[in-house]
């Protein structure tokens, strides 16, 4: 009977401590998320303020959305390239994220796709080349380019 008990014991041990595992995984997953979130909001902050100091991208910007990229002078277009590469490399890194869980839905929603929304159509005139990038990757980008412009 004493050995019941013991085995007993140790078998509710164990539960509990596979419990306490679970848990502690658990909390540093919600850690994770977190600080990707942060990453990904600083990252994307600096960015945006690396492009508004600019002399050169906020002028090239209003004059593709006036005149489209067409307009554009060879030195606007390797410009606006290699934004676009810095972009596509960051939306495809945050694309990532959101399919490993470190993203939140809304974030992904919000950014990813109002992003691509907003710049993926001038990626094709451009001639920006998604094949260098995960297949998961290009297969959203057209996703969110078939649904169309957002309103």
């Known amino acids: 009977m004493n050995r019941d008990w013991l085995q007993l014991l140790s078998n509710v041990a164990v539960i509990v401590g596979l419990g306490i595992v679970a848990y502690e995984l658990n909390q540093s997953q919600r850690l994770a998320i977190v ?3 942060q990453e990904w ?5 600096d960015a945006q303020l690396t492009m508004v100091e600019s002399d050169y991208i906020p ?5 593709v959305r006036e ?4 307009s554009l002078s060879d030195e606007e277009r390797v410009r606006m390239n290699a934004l676009t590469s810095a972009l596509v490399a960051r939306l ?4 990532l ?3 490993e869980g470190f993203l939140s839905r809304e974030t ?3 950014t990813f796709e109002g992003v691509v929304k907003r710049f993926g159509p001038q990626w094709k005139v451009l ?4 094949e260098y990038r995960r297949a998961s990757f290009r297969e959203a980008v057209e996703s969110v380019l078939d649904e169309g412009p957002t309103n």
């Open 92 to 95: 495809d890194m945050m694309h």
């Open 108 to 110: 992904y929603k919000a």
């Open 97 to 99: 994220q959101y399919q």
């Open 127 to 130: 001639g920006a080349n998604l």
């Open 67 to 70: 005149n489209g990229v067409k």
């Open 41 to 45: 909001t600083a990252m994307f902050n």
């Open 35 to 37: 600080q990707a979130q």
């Open 59 to 63: 002028a090239i910007l209003v004059k």
